[in-house]
């Protein structure tokens, strides 16, 4: 399966220049959140590709305007063709403002989804808006990342962990592609391609 995750930034290659071509072989979308309602619309509109997606901290706009035709995985494990994806929006909590959360706050989500967890036995694939806490983050309190999803990583060794909230143009160059113990770690700012089935994944991201 080829999944084109995204997060962000809006991508001018797809929105401001779209051409068919250019995802015909994209089986799936993932939005990892901070971007314009209207652009995730657009793309399940003229890919006819299901988009799933999970709030960024800058998303409140949401709940006024909501991505037409895609689906929110907030705090949910959603099945796409076999493969178990888990959605935890939203960042560390920096200032007042809806899809933020104390590590306290985002560990009382994760327990929440105990049940499912034990049904589904786990997942394939972590999406979040920010970053495992000292994988790929920053060491401000905005773009530090949660223990939580660490911890998440450890126990359930999900083949991927996609994130985005600490943009590449950053002073301190993040990376697109990690590893952490057996989770492929893609840093989804503004757009990528990989393949699920893909065992070394950091050859072929694009």
């Not at 709940?63 to 907030?74: A, D, L, N, V, Y």
């Not at 985002?106 to 929440?112: D, I, S």
């Not at 972590?126 to 806490?133: D, I, K």
């Not at 592609?177 to 757009?191: A, G, L, P, Q, V």
Request: charged letters at 30%.
């Amino acid at each position: 399966m080829r999944i084109l995750a995204i997060s962000d930034e809006e991508s001018k290659y797809l929105w401001d220049f779209f051409e068919k071509s250019k995802v015909e072989d994209i089986d799936l979308i993932i939005s990892c959140g901070d971007l314009d309602p209207r652009y995730l619309t657009f793309l399940v509109t003229l890919t006819n590709v299901p988009v799933l997606y999970v709030h960024g901290n800058h998303d409140g706009k949401y709940e006024r305007i909501p991505p037409e035709g895609c689906t929110c995985i907030e705090d949910d494990i959603f099945i796409y063709e076999g493969i178990r994806i888990l959605g935890l929006g939203g960042s560390m909590r920096y200032r007042p403002g809806p899809h933020q959360y104390t590590e306290h706050e985002m560990r009382r989500r994760v327990a929440k989804l105990w049940f499912k967890l034990l049904r589904h036995r786990g997942f394939d694939i972590l999406v979040t808006h920010s970053p495992a806490y000292q994988l790929n983050d920053g060491r401000d309190l905005p773009h530090q990342g949660f223990q939580a999803f660490r911890k998440l990583i450890e126990k359930y060794k999900p083949k991927f962990f996609l994130h985005g909230h600490v943009h590449m143009s950053y002073g301190r160059k993040h990376k697109r592609y990690d590893k952490y113990m057996d989770t492929h770690i893609i840093n989804t700012y503004e757009r990528c391609v990989f393949d699920f089935e893909d065992d070394e994944p950091q050859t072929h991201i694009r």
